[in-house]
């Protein structure tokens, strides 16, 4: 893993992605540069129908609007350093959402970040879609996040200042029973890139992707088909041609239970090499080999509490939880 250096990896192989532009709480575009990549201070381009042309995540399928992805996905918005850092979420309740802590502000300023209930943030901010933007009331990071090396405890919940649009749906989360095998299905979605990580951000349309891979069960026995509920993080194969990029951070993992129906196992942490050997140097890092996902099943507990902080006493509650 890289070293860390006062709190922040050297060579960054966390999948947020900091966005060339500056959203404002009046839904304002502006044209303020980022070191994403070469070139990325170009405008973000909205083209309604790129991603049909051009599907990602990488090598995914987007997402339609009315679909229970898309009803139950956000996109997430964190102003750092002068710019956007463009991240996933999970709606699990009315008002609650589930990301990554690097996701969100490390000081928990919830002015800070905001939440867009849309499949094409970027068409949506273009078109000053006041409607699509929900902004944020509280923000809870896990306390573990950034003590240790290697991103650990990469987790964070979010709680809306009003409630998700009438039209959006939950997705719940996974039981501490569930477990993985060699052949799981596992299905990936978020906002990321539709290319690779160092790639320019400006040329991808960021709409809302989903696309299929599988544990990675391999050689590297500390990472291959591990168990859910004593796992914190569970690792997942993108050699097969497509996965989770930059700016899918924080948006879930999941797979069927055993009625087939969908549960979040996992929320995107960072790239990772798995049984390859570990990147030396920035320009190398790529989505193409792995990725790793903070382990829901894992911080259930800590999810639970944080549920229960967050939620406000007037907001009504939906199952969230599988137990």
Known sequence: MPELKDGVSVMSKSLLLVLPFFLALTACLGNSSSSDGPGASETLQCDANAGERNPGIF?????????????????????????????????????????????????????????????????????NNRSALQTVS?????????????????????????????????????????????????????????????????????????????????????????????????????RGGSGACAGDSGGPALARNADGEYRVIGVASQVDNLDQPDFTRQEDVTCRIGIAHTSVANYATWIEES????RNSDTIRSRAIDY
């Open 138 to 238: 509280a923000v809870r990071v896990h306390r573990g996040y950034g003590v240790t090396r290697g991103g650990g405890d990469d987790i964070a919940m979010i709680r809306l200042t009003n409630p998700a649009p009438w039209n959006y749906g939950t997705l719940k989360l996974v039981g501490r029973t569930f477990d993985m095998k060699s052949d799981t299905q596992v299905l990936l979605t978020g906002y990321g890139k539709r290319t690779d990580y160092n790639t320019n951000a400006a040329v991808d349309p960021h709409d809302l992707k989903y696309t299929y891979v599988k544990p990675y069960s391999g050689s590297d026995f500390s990472k291959s088909l591990l168990p859910l509920a004593t796992s914190p993080v569970l690792y997942f194969d993108q």
């Open 307 to 310: 549920f229960t902080q967050l």
């Open 59 to 127: 090598g995914g399928r987007r997402a339609h609007k009315d679909s229970w992805i898309g009803r139950g996905v956000v996109a997430i918005l964190t102003e750092e350093g002068g710019g956007i850092e463009l991240c996933t979420g999970s709606l699990i309740d009315r008002n609650i959402v589930l990301t990554a802590a690097h996701c969100v502000n490390r000081m928990e300023i919830a002015s800070k970040t905001q939440v867009m209930f849309s499949v094409e943030p970027v068409c949506d901010v273009k078109a």
